[in-house]
């Protein structure tokens, strides 16, 4: 962590956070890696398209791929912002960040399963892939609910412990001298977190009751957190405008 921040280059994105991460360090290089793990265990394929007709498989396949992506994506994208803005490297942060490593590879596949049998229940099958086959083994309402229970916790617990590590930014400010500003992106950061933990709860919560099972409501309410992120932010934006103008 260095010990006097500097300001950083102009740049467009995080204009008013002072970046205290200038290079990678090996925890972040070992992130990426499983993260680059974690993407090819959701597009693993055990052999190439041969003919025509397993090519429009593979492409209808992209569909349920890219929602899967996009939320890797996310979780990454948060993962390399703390990192750019705090470089923590002491022995709890080290610890969250292993723990978040260890839970993506636990998420990859419950991701995968959801948003296929999402993608096949609403719009047709994936070439062999249908809803009954992706049922096989659900005996009863129980096994589908322990599926959406899977997945809350999995992607509860990774956003949890993104808020922790905000909140140990949060208890070091003196530390890593944040400004006002830096201050309120980092409570910002931890309740942009605790948001999508929310939804991973009601997921869970209507899972558990037995709510809109029929049509996968459990899993249909993650759809809403693109809206919930597009309110926060314009509040965060709002909020940073007030506090730069005061400054």
């Given amino acids: 962590m260095s010990e006097t921040p500097l300001p950083g280059p102009s740049r467009w994105f995080d204009r008013d956070f002072r970046w205290r991460g200038t290079s990678v360090s090996r925890l972040e290089g070992f992130s990426d890696s499983v993260f680059a793990i974690v993407l090819a265990l959701l597009f693993l394929r055990a052999a190439p398209p041969e003919t025509f007709t397993e090519l429009k498989w593979a492409m209808k396949a992209l569909v349920p791929f890219a929602a899967s992506f996009a939320i890797i994506a996310y979780v990454w994208a948060e993962h390399w912002l703390f990192s750019r803005r705090y470089d923590l490297q002491d022995g709890w942060t080290t610890f969250l960040n292993l723990l978040l490593l260890f839970l993506l590879l636990f998420y990859a596949y419950p991701l995968k399963y959801l948003f296929s049998m999402l993608f096949v229940s609403a719009f047709g099958p994936i070439g062999p892939l249908t809803a009954v086959q992706m049922r096989t083994g659900m005996e009863g309402g129980d096994e589908l609910t322990?599926?959406?229970?899977?997945?809350?916790?999995?992607?509860?617990?990774?956003?949890?412990?993104?808020?922790?590590?905000?909140?140990?930014?949060?208890?070091?400010?003196?530390?890593?001298?944040?400004?006002?500003?830096?201050?309120?992106?980092?409570?910002?950061?931890?309740?942009?977190?605790?948001?999508?933990?929310?939804?991973?709860?009601?997921?869970?919560?209507?899972?558990?009751?037995?709510?809109?099972?029929?049509?996968?409501?459990?899993?249909?309410?993650?759809?809403?957190?693109?809206?919930a992120m597009a309110v926060h932010g314009t509040w965060e934006g709002r909020r940073v405008r007030r506090l730069r103008a005061a400054a």
């Fill in 146 to 227: 322990r599926m959406f229970v899977f997945y809350g916790v999995g992607y509860g617990a990774i956003f949890g412990v993104l808020a922790l590590g905000y909140a140990r930014a949060g208890r070091l400010r003196e530390q890593l001298q944040l400004d006002p500003i830096e201050v309120f992106l980092t409570r910002a950061g931890m309740s942009q977190c605790l948001v999508q933990v929310g939804f991973a709860v009601l997921s869970l919560t209507l899972a558990v009751l037995g709510i809109g099972m029929s049509f996968g409501l459990p899993g249909w309410v993650y759809a809403f957190i693109g809206p």
